[in-house]
């Protein structure tokens, strides 16, 4: 800035001032996105993030991604390759958090290739898989276990120009585990690395072809429809998505906001399931569940959501009969699982206990 304004007021130098408000932008800029990251992280890590689900079409949201990627590829003379399945896959989960997964995933792709390509390529078997492969310098042995850290760099000796924070992959590690995927990778030095996204059949919002012409059925809604569910979440945000998601599959959901509401819906109604969120306005959650031992009321499954994962949290919540406990950030992906979990166990024996 006191560059800028030197050079405004001498007439030698006014040259420079479009090249010195570049420079000025660039940082100012880098800054708000250090600033930005870091709160991603603070929101993140304290489980103060709601996801947004939609249904979109995965190819729409990776052709938007690649051309987006494009123009930084033809800059340093790359190409981005995409091979996609013939049939569409349509998702169901928060298109903006998973977007800026493969958007992250692809920069530094680009980023760290000097020549050769990127190549973006989305399988569907029994889930649906996104690898993003680049000729780049690979990843030493000894990073491979500090990529995903926060502030953690890559040391590239061939490019010096643009710097990060190092905080992308910290943040992308995050939003798949909030968004219930898992991401891995594999890097040879010299010949490059690759990224892969696994997105669990969960959340296919269409039966998807397999490649090779066999047909991956998504029947999970036939075992969720019918089911009695008593959902106990303060935050209206996540009430509405998870009773958005089960209802649309054929649940029967009935929502309270505290504790006071779940006891009065426990008193009129038997439930099959109970989705428990121990942060309650107005009573800890194990409230509910003193009140559920006490009285004998069977529910087949209680699935406990609780952003305190410590072990004697835990064991108390166990104790209490929870069949299974969810630590913050949880996804609708995983929430589903856990519920399938019993549609599975009644099958056989009844609703079974998860250890």
Same mark, same amino acid.
């Given at each position: 800035?006191?560059?800028? &304004?030197? !050079?405004?007021?001498?007439?030698?130098?006014? %040259?420079?001032?479009? &090249?010195?408000?570049?420079? /000025?932008?660039?940082?100012a800029?880098?800054?708000v996105?250090? =600033?930005?990251?870091?709160?991603?992280?603070?929101?993140?890590?304290s489980g103060?993030?709601?996801?947004? *689900?939609t &249904?979109?079409?995965? %190819?729409e949201?990776?052709?938007?991604? =690649?051309?987006?990627?494009?123009a930084a590829?033809?800059?340093?003379g790359l190409?981005?390759?995409?091979?996609?399945?013939a049939?569409?896959?349509?998702? /169901?989960?928060d @298109?903006?958090?998973?977007?800026?997964?493969?958007?992250?995933?692809l920069?530094?792709?680009?980023?760290?290739?000097?020549?050769?390509?990127?190549?973006?390529?989305? =399988?569907?078997?029994?889930?649906?898989?996104?690898?993003?492969?680049?000729t780049?310098?690979?990843i030493?042995?000894e990073?491979?276990?500090?990529?995903?850290? &926060?502030?953690?760099?890559?040391?590239?000796?061939?490019?010096?120009r643009?710097?990060g924070?190092?905080?992308?992959?910290a943040?992308?590690?995050?939003?798949v585990?909030?968004?219930?995927?898992?991401?891995? #990778?594999?890097? *040879?030095?010299?010949?490059?690395?690759?990224?892969?996204?696994?997105?669990?059949?969960?959340? *296919?919002? @269409?039966?998807?072809i397999?490649d090779?012409?066999?047909?991956?059925?998504?029947?999970?809604?036939?075992?969720?429809?019918?089911? @009695?569910? /008593?959902?106990?979440?303060?935050?209206?945000?996540?009430?509405?998505?998870?009773?958005?998601? $089960?209802?649309?599959e054929?649940?029967k959901?009935?929502?309270? !906001?505290d504790g006071?509401?779940a006891?009065?819906?426990?008193?009129?109604?038997?439930?099959d399931?109970? #989705? $428990?969120d121990?942060?309650?306005?107005?009573?800890?959650?194990?409230? =509910?569940? %003193?009140?559920?031992?006490?009285?004998g009321?069977?529910i087949?499954?209680k699935? *406990?959501?609780?952003?305190?994962?410590?072990?004697?949290r835990v064991?108390?919540v166990?104790? #209490?009969g929870?069949?299974?406990?969810?630590?913050?950030?949880?996804? #609708?992906?995983?929430?589903?699982t856990?519920?399938l979990?019993?549609?599975?166990?009644?099958?056989?024996?009844?609703?079974g206990?998860t250890?």
């Amino acid at each position: 800035a006191e560059l800028v &304004e030197r !050079a405004t007021s001498d007439p030698q130098q006014a %040259h420079r001032v479009p &090249e010195l408000a570049r420079s /000025l932008w660039a940082n100012a800029r880098s800054l708000v996105d250090l =600033v930005s990251d870091v709160l991603d992280l603070t929101r993140l890590d304290s489980g103060q993030t709601d996801l947004h *689900v939609t &249904e979109f079409p995965l %190819h729409e949201l990776i052709d938007a991604e =690649v051309f987006q990627a494009e123009a930084a590829a033809d800059g340093k003379g790359l190409t981005i390759a995409k091979v996609l399945p013939a049939t569409p896959v349509k998702l /169901l989960t928060d @298109r903006t958090k998973l977007k800026r997964v493969i958007a992250n995933l692809l920069s530094n792709a680009v980023k760290f290739t000097e020549r050769g390509s990127v190549q973006v390529e989305c =399988v569907v078997r029994d889930d649906v898989r996104i690898s993003i492969a680049d000729t780049g310098i690979g990843i030493p042995g000894e990073a491979l276990n500090k990529i995903f850290d &926060e502030f953690f760099q890559l040391r590239n000796p061939e490019r010096n120009r643009e710097k990060g924070a190092g905080l992308g992959l910290a943040i992308c590690r995050r939003l798949v585990a909030s968004l219930g995927c898992t991401l891995s #990778l594999e890097s *040879v030095v010299g010949t490059g690395t690759t990224f892969t996204l696994i997105i669990p059949k969960e959340l *296919v919002a @269409r039966p998807a072809i397999v490649d090779g012409g066999m047909s991956a059925e998504i029947d999970s809604g036939d075992r969720i429809k019918g089911l @009695r569910v /008593l959902l106990v979440e303060d935050n209206e945000v996540a009430r509405r998505a998870v009773e958005e998601l $089960l209802s649309g599959e054929g649940a029967k959901v009935t929502a309270a !906001a505290d504790g006071r509401s779940a006891l009065a819906s426990l008193d009129k109604a038997e439930f099959d399931v109970l #989705l $428990l969120d121990l942060n309650l306005p107005d009573m800890d959650g194990t409230g =509910v569940l %003193h009140r559920l031992s006490e009285s004998g009321q069977l529910i087949g499954r209680k699935i *406990v959501i609780s952003g305190d994962a410590r072990p004697e949290r835990v064991s108390q919540v166990k104790a #209490l009969g929870a069949d299974e406990i969810l630590a913050k950030p949880v996804s #609708l992906a995983r929430i589903r699982t856990a519920i399938l979990k019993e549609t599975d166990a009644s099958d056989q024996n009844g609703f079974g206990t998860t250890t």
